[in-house]
């Protein structure tokens, strides 16, 4: 639940940001006979005060401001999915690092509790410990202490069947990550072509080839092309950094679980 309310909220975000940046594409400029009427008639009191005000200077557009208008100049049509494509990217990239951070065991610690715990209550105490540890690895080591009446190679198999289960848990969306990795691009890309056929349209139903109209038409056309670049460049370094994640958690589930059956080899032997 937890997980669907996240993607909800966020996809009402995308839904709300498209709208008003639709909507301030389509907004008209105002009435341009009032303004000019009133630019037309300053009061004659505040004439130094006007002749400070024009020598001031302009303020520049924020970050927010310049990236709206290159959405808009872009097309929403192509830029809305492109925007799609990273708000949900995203989502996934922010649920999993949630996950594998929460995943994440100080295995040897845990394994040293094992160890006391068989000593001082058996194998059920260490059951017991491993179903109140939270993480993939503690639920391997429950898997194989449930199967040690059976044998230690029957433990090594259960740990090695549920060690995949939980691997693959870990795994869980990555595939979604590097679609829209490849998506992105792909959606600017075709924005881009799509802007060149227009521009070509207009170069033919003109008659004549204006500088003015080529540079205009090919710089909204390539506005797409950037916008999936960097959706792609983003979501492509989450995604390096989750499977660096990832590698690291089974490497540790792996060394651990040669830990917890050198410790159950050692309690047979002492027996």
Not at 32 to 45: C, E, I, Q, S
Not at 161 to 170: I, T
Not at 254 to 259: A, K, V, W
Request: aromatic fraction near 6%; glycine fraction near 8%.
């Amino acid at each position: 639940m937890k997980r669907k309310s996240l993607f909800v909220s966020l996809l009402i975000l995308a839904v709300c940001t498209l709208g008003s940046l639709t909507f301030a594409q389509d907004a008209p400029a105002g009435d341009t006979k009032k303004n000019d009427t009133v630019a037309a008639a300053p009061p004659a009191a505040d004439t130094m005060a006007s002749e400070e005000e024009a020598a001031a200077p302009v303020a520049e557009p924020s970050v927010h401001q310049v990236i709206k208008q290159k959405f808009i100049e872009g097309g929403w049509e192509w830029m809305s999915p492109i925007l799609l494509c990273m708000i949900i990217g995203l989502a996934i990239v922010v649920e999993r690092i949630i996950y594998l951070n929460l995943a994440t065991t100080n295995t040897k610690k845990l394994l040293g509790k094992i160890e006391d715990a068989m000593k001082s209550g058996g194998v059920e105490a260490a059951k017991e410990l491993c179903r109140n540890t939270r993480g993939p690895v503690a639920s391997i080591f429950y898997q194989g202490l449930d199967r040690v009446h059976e044998g230690i190679e029957i433990v090594e198999k259960s740990i090695t069947s549920y060690g995949s289960v939980q691997m693959a848990q870990l795994e869980r969306g990555l595939v979604w990550i590097s679609l829209f990795i490849a998506l992105a691009p792909m959606l600017g890309f075709m924005g881009t072509v799509v802007g060149m056929i227009q521009a070509f349209d207009a170069i033919e139903a003109a008659g004549d080839i204006s500088p003015s109209l080529v540079a205009g038409g090919i710089k909204v056309a390539l506005l797409t092309t950037v916008g999936g670049l960097i959706v792609a460049v983003v979501l492509q370094i989450f995604y390096n950094y989750l499977l660096s994640k990832v590698d690291g958690l089974v490497i540790d589930m792996e060394d651990s679980s040669i830990g917890l059956v050198d410790i159950l080899v050692k309690n047979q032997a002492k027996k």
